[in-house]
Each structure stands twice: as structure tokens, then as C-alpha cells.
């Protein structure tokens, strides 16, 4: 259940919609600071629903109950608190200052207390994703030989160094059940996604869509992984058969150049963002065949959500991301139902995309990488 923040916003919706009857969307609560001005931001939702992100102008992490219903803010060490994962114990990861120091943290069950996993001997420390034994991947940043991604045991405790590319630096984004790892990593020779095996041991680095850089953000417990890719015309989400292997382009929405995928569930649904025939980024749903073009669903238009991204979806299909409801950023709950009517378009995987869609969406995925570093 990862999480990511993909910093595209998108434009005018289209006019058709692409799914029927019993969705759902439901705005989150604000956390009642005086410095809401911010808006708030989900980043996962575990199995309850139990939705965590970051809430107000400074980063006030919080947890909700079952459904998204109610809002809590974490406790901090010092400072601003990033909550960036929730495992089906309520168990939060993130970071937290001290004062000097970002330190990466985990909390107790429903996000209850809050422990400094340590470090690896740097003071920039976070913690990115968490699975339901607590083992937990983050990264540290170390000084000049950079920014190393680890994996720590059960319980959050005995970290283990993944290490980092050889002229850069590595930040992981998703666990699973097995503590199989994904990230990527960052250095001169571009952006190569990385995955281990069961527990850390052991790193490859994922194939590409015949293009030289890819990401990888999301695993579930089969270890099929989600992300991007370029394709040397262009960038496309993709997925991977078990255990990384393989990759499959899910290509785009109907008339659009690029994609992105951000989070999978054990289903093998896909959530993420892409382009559509007149250069605007919608979010859209991997189900049922294709595509759901997210954005224009019925029940968003009717209430009035604009510019929606979404960062993570659970097992049941309920999906959290953030978007624009009337003037401030909004973190929502977006569900669907056992017998809502599923129309997907076809997957349009174009020959030859617009260069400039292709720069417009390698543009935020770098964005991304520098909201990971600084934020989780």
C-alpha cells in the first residue's frame, strides 16, 4: 500500500463518463488547527479504511478510523510530522523533526505513540512504507557517499542497509508482506527501479518498456509491481508479472501519450494518473478490463471535485487521494460498490506521443522524487 505524490494537476474534465451507479466520494475531515489554509492530503488507506496523510499549511500527520470517519493528528517529536503508511494494525510510518533532525518513525496500533527507528548513522532519516508485521522501509541520508534505502526486521527493529546506486542515492517506496522492497535509484545515469527479495536479501533492477529510465511505487504480496517506464517515445504505466517479473504496458487513456501507476492491490487492481487526447492528466482506475477514467465520473462531476490525484488503493477497492473541493486541497475517500456497473475504455497504448507530454510527465515524476526526500 504505497503511497506517492505525483504533482501534476490536471485540466478541463471530459464530458463522458466512463462508470455508472454506486460510486462514492467523501471529503475527509480537517484536523482543527489554525493553519488549515493548507488543505490535507491522503497518502494510504489500509484494509479498514483507515486513511493517513498530512493535513494543514505545516505538515500535521493524522489517522482516521474505520471508513475515513473522524481525524486524529500523530503525535511529533518536536515539530512537523509526516504520516506516509498505514498497515492493517493502524500502525503509522513517517517522519518526525526533533529539532535538528528528520527522523523516521513508527507508531503503535492505530497510530497510537511514536518510536525513532534509528538511523544508519545520518541525521536525515524517513520512513516510506510499512507492512503488517512492521517490517519497515525507509532511507538515510548519510553524507557524501548519499542516501542509502533500508529495510528494517519485524517490529521496526534491526535495520538493514539496501545500499544505493553507484553514483547516487536510493529511496524505497513500497513493502509487502514477504518484505520484498521496491524503490529507485537516483544518480547520473538517470532512474533505474529496484526490487529485493523476501526480507531485503538480495536487489535487482527492474526491465524498462524499451526506454532507459523507469520508477517503480507500488508492490503487493504477489510481487507484482507498479510504476512508469519510459518507452523511448514517450512514458507509460506498467505492471509486472509476480515477483517483478516481466512488464506489461497498461498504456494510456483513449487518445493520451502518457500514464503513471502509484498503487496495486492484492487483486491486482491499479490505480494512477494519465494524459488524454487534449494534453489534461486524469486519474484513473486498472479493472474490469482497462481504464476507469476517475475523473469524470458521475459522482465527481456532480460534486463539484476537480484536479483529483489518487495515491493509494486497499484490497477492498477503496481508493484515497486529494484533489480540489472548492478552493482548498482535499483529501477524499473514493468507493465503489459490489454492483457498480463497470465500463472501462480500452487500453490506447499511441505510437508516437507528444514530446512535450513526455517532458510534461518526466517533469513531475522528478518533482516526485524531491517531494519523497523532503516530505517522507
Known amino acids: 500500500m504505497k503511497n506517492l505524490h505525483v504533482i501534476i494537476l490536471a485540466g478541463a474534465l471530459l464530458s463522458t463518463p466512463a462508470a455508472y451507479a454506486d460510486w462514492s466520494i467523501v471529503a475527509l475531515e480537517r484536523l482543527d488547527k489554525g493553519d488549515n489554509t493548507g488543505g490535507n492530503i491522503a497518502n494510504a488507506i489500509n484494509d479498514l479504511g483507515q486513511v493517513v496523510g498530512n493535513s494543514g499549511f505545516f505538515d500535521n500527520g493524522f489517522i482516521t478510523g474505520p471508513n475515513g470517519v473522524g481525524m486524529t493528528e500523530l503525535g511529533t517529536f518536536w515539530g512537523e510530522t509526516t ?27 492505530d497510530g497510537v505513540g511514536m518510536t525513532d527507528l534509528g538511523s544508519l548513522g545520518g541525521y536525515v532519516n524517513g520512513a516510506t512504507a510499512v507492512n503488517d508485521s512492521a517490517q519497515t522501509a525507509g532511507y538515510t541520508y548519510i553524507g557524501t557517499p548519499g542516501t542509502h534505502a533500508f529495510v528494517t526486521g519485524p517490529n521496526g527493529v534491526n535495520m538493514i542497509d539496501l545500499g544505493k546506486s553507484s553514483d547516487g542515492d536510493s529511496y524505497p517506496t513500497s513493502i509487502n508482506e514477504a518484505g520484498q522492497v521496491i524503490g529507485n535509484y537516483y544518480g547520473n545515469s538517470g532512474t533505474h527501479a529496484f526490487m529485493t527479495g523476501p526480507n531485503g536479501i538480495d536487489i535487482t533492477e527492474l526491465d524498462t518498456l524499451g526506454g532507459k529510465t523507469n520508477f517503480a511505487y507500488s508492490i503487493n504480496d504477489s510481487g507484482q509491481i507498479v510504476g512508469s517506464s519510459s518507452t523511448g517515445n514517450g512514458s507509460h504505466a506498467f505492471i509486472t508479472g509476480p515477483n517483478g517479473a516481466g512488464m506489461t504496458d497498461l498504456g494510456t487513456l483513449s487518445g493520451g501519450g502518457s500514464s503513471s501507476a502509484t498503487s496495486i492491490n492484492n487483486l491486482g487492481e491499479v490505480i494512477g494518473l494519465a494524459s488524454t487526447a487534449n494534453g489534461d492528466y486524469h486519474a484513473f482506475l486498472y479493472s474490469h478490463g482497462g481504464m476507469t477514467d476517475l475523473s ?63 517532458l510534461m510527465l518526466l517533469a513531475g515524476l522528478g518533482l516526485l522524487g524531491l517531494r519523497k526526500y523532503k516530505a517522507a
Open 83 to 109: 504520516a506516509n503508511d498505514i498497515n492493517n494494525s493502524g500502525q503509522v510510518v513517517g517522519s518526525s523533526y526533533t529539532g535538528s533532525q528528520l527522523r523516521a518513525y513508527i507508531t503503535g496500533p
Open 296 to 358: 469524470v465520473l458521475d459522482v465527481v462531476i456532480a460534486t463539484g471535485w476537480t484536479d483529483i490525484q489518487v495515491t493509494d488503493i486497499n484490497n477492498n477497492g477503496q481508493i484515497v487521494g486529494y484533489g480540489t473541493d472548492g478552493y482548498y486541497t482535499q483529501a477524499f475517500l473514493l468507493s465503489y460498490t459490489p454492483d457498480t456497473i463497470f465500463d472501462p475504455q480500452p487500453i490506447f497504448i499511441p505510437q508516437i506521443p507528444e514530446p512535450s507530454t513526455y
